[in-house]
């Protein structure tokens, strides 16, 4: 059979993420204040995509990612030096890679979760949109995975 190794490290920081982001913010994001604000339809499906997309993972997703990715690689998996950074370091080096990447990463972020959001808002029951969303998330890490993590771990 086929050789098949984990990367232990990528798989702790993505699981991690997805339990805190994606479990707590992300439910009452897609869940509760997306739909007191646009209600359903077609229409409300077209504006929660483009608030997503145009505001929603721009600031406070991939801000929130870019500081839990490098308060995880300093503090919990870094070597005893690289904890031992100041918080204002490991920030200052979250927002220097966010502003770094921001264009690539939303082009990804559009690329996969427009047709994903488009379907899922206008098409899936609401107390069915976060498994949805947690599907579309497997793709997602993929893409987010190959993008964020190299073999030199620069980023």
């Excluded at 086929?2 to 993505?14: E, L, P």
């Excluded at 897609?30 to 409300?44: E, M, Q």
């Excluded at 490991?90 to 990463?105: C, E, I, P, W």
Aim: with cysteine; proline share 5%; hydrophobic share 45%.
């Amino acid at each position: 059979g086929a050789d098949i190794s984990v990367d232990h490290k990528r798989a702790a920081v993505f699981g991690g993420f997805g339990l805190l982001y994606c479990g707590g913010p992300g439910y009452v994001v897609y869940n509760k204040l997306y739909p007191s604000i646009f209600g359903a339809g077609t229409r409300a499906a077209l504006q929660m995509t483009a608030v997503d997309l145009a505001l929603h993972c721009p600031s406070l997703y991939f801000g929130a990612w870019y500081l839990y990715k490098e308060f995880a690689d300093s503090w919990l998996l870094g070597d005893e030096a690289a904890a031992k950074q100041p918080a204002e370091a490991v920030a200052s080096s979250a927002l220097d890679k966010y502003r770094r990447n921001f264009l690539t990463d939303n082009a990804a972020s559009v690329a996969v979760w427009l047709p994903l959001h488009l379907i899922n808002f206008r098409f899936v029951p609401l107390h069915l949109r976060m498994p949805f969303m947690a599907g579309g998330g497997v793709i997602w890490s993929g893409v987010m995975s190959s993008m964020q993590f190299d073999d030199t771990d620069k980023d």
